[in-house]
């Protein structure tokens, strides 16, 4: 699943995205909804179209991103309200807010608001992240629940630019405790979640520790499961254009574990 953070793989175009068999995109609800904004994609008739993307597209919720601009972020019960890294404005992402951008983009499948923190992170801190998070998750699966039957709160401007219903993907947050990540998956079960993205890897952790926590849960009940790993997303995006900016004589071949999965397990 490339890298379309913005709209657009860098330095690829679609035709040589679907040459190499992309059936799938990952956007960034933050970066969009802050340039070029939700009805700039809207009037282009979602962010399909407006990417010449025909091809499947994910957004995550823009939580990681509130971590990394930690400074520029006040996150609260009700949301997080941040400072644009644009141009200073205040903006405010909510739970709901979160998941009506991402309707109204017309994405096939969608995130919700969560909380993130850095390695390492006490257990207590851990622990309130992970709550905030799960409380997030059900205000996000009622506000979904709800447009997806057409209950959207401004038809003119705010409509699903996708007519087929998204996925929805609940966050597991839990810190580096196994114990409260697999209370998340739980908890997410309970609510009605069956899929799941990890939050909080590659954020400073030993490689060996984020491949403890991928591994420790009982994905047999899971029906979807996405792995998040931004720190091997990042090479996969920059190096390929590290490399096409200058003149070289060697060939490079990435290791397959730079690029982003979805592995999909359902339940039997």
Same mark, same amino acid.
């Given at each position: 699943?490339?890298?379309a953070t913005q709209a657009s793989v860098k330095a690829v175009g679609g035709d040589d995205l679907e040459a190499v068999g992309a059936k799938m995109l990952l956007a960034n609800t933050y970066h969009l909804v802050l340039r070029p904004g939700i009805e700039t994609i809207q009037m282009a008739g979602g962010l399909g179209n407006f990417m010449n993307w025909k091809g499947g597209i994910l957004t995550d919720s823009g939580g990681f991103q509130v971590m990394s601009l930690a400074h520029l972020a006040k996150i609260g019960e009700e949301g997080v309200t941040f400072r644009s890294h644009? !141009?200073?404005?205040?903006?405010?992402?909510?739970p709901e807010s979160v998941?009506?951008?991402?309707?109204?983009?017309?994405? !096939?499948?969608?995130s919700c608001l969560d909380v993130c923190k850095k390695y390492p992170v006490e257990q207590s801190e851990a622990r309130g992240a992970l709550e905030l998070t799960l409380r997030w998750a059900k205000r996000s699966k009622e506000k979904f629940e709800s447009l997806r039957v057409g209950e959207f709160p401004n038809p003119q401007t705010l409509k699903p630019s996708n007519p087929q219903t998204p996925m929805l993907f609940g966050i597991i947050q839990g810190g580096f405790d196994k114990n409260l990540r697999q209370e998340a998956v739980e908890r997410m079960l309970e609510m009605g979640f069956r899929a799941f993205a990890y939050g909080g890897l590659s954020v400073g952790e030993p490689k060996e520790l984020t491949w403890d926590i991928v591994c420790?849960?009982?994905?047999?009940?899971l029906e979807v499961s996405v792995g998040i790993f931004p720190a091997l997303i990042r090479n996969a995006l920059v190096i390929p254009v590290k490399i096409t900016r200058a003149p070289i004589s060697a060939i490079f071949i990435m290791p397959a574990s730079f690029f982003f999965t979805v592995c999909f397990l359902y339940t039997t």
């Open positions: 699943m490339p890298v644009i !141009d200073g404005s205040l903006e405010c992402f909510t998941i009506e951008a991402q309707m109204a983009f017309g994405v !096939d499948a969608m420790l849960l009982g994905m047999s009940k």
